[in-house]
């Protein structure tokens, strides 16, 4: 099993930055997909960000792309979603979702474990 520890999330105001982090433990492989997602009030559940540990290739939603990044510490097994020029229409719950994998996984439906999630609200 995948065991996740979130941890960020909060307030900020429009064209600020936040940092989640998600930490995994039980399965440290380098073989796993960690990847967060986020769900807006009323909205389906969409992909912000997925990393496959092994060879770091990532992937980003088309809304943040250029805004947020991903980074690691690998001693630490933990995976950051750095969030920068945040809008409100970045305001959703956002949780973090892992599983191990042979690449890099992206859809919802493929993920197995996940965190409780975060709430990001961004005011104007």
């Known amino acids: 099993a995948v065991y996740l520890a979130q941890s960020g999330g909060g307030s900020v105001q429009n064209g600020g930055s936040l940092t989640l982090s998600c930490a995994y433990s039980?399965?440290?492989?380098?073989?796993?997909?960690p990847a967060w997602f986020r769900q807006a009030q009323g909205s389906e559940r969409d992909l912000v960000a997925a990393?496959?540990?092994?060879?770091?290739?990532?992937a980003f939603g088309d809304s943040v792309k250029g805004r947020f990044t991903l980074s690691r510490l690998a001693a630490d097994h933990t995976v950051y979603l750095h969030m920068n020029d945040l809008k409100p229409e970045d305001t959703a719950v956002y949780y973090c979702?892992?599983?191990?994998?042979?690449?890099?996984?992206?859809?919802?439906?493929?993920?197995?474990?996940w965190s409780q999630g975060t709430q990001v609200t961004v005011s104007s």
């Open positions: 039980g399965y440290t492989r380098e073989h796993l997909s």
């Open positions: 990393i496959f540990i092994r060879d770091e290739r990532v």
């Open positions: 979702a892992a599983n191990p994998a042979n690449g890099l996984v992206r859809p919802e439906s493929s993920y197995t474990y």
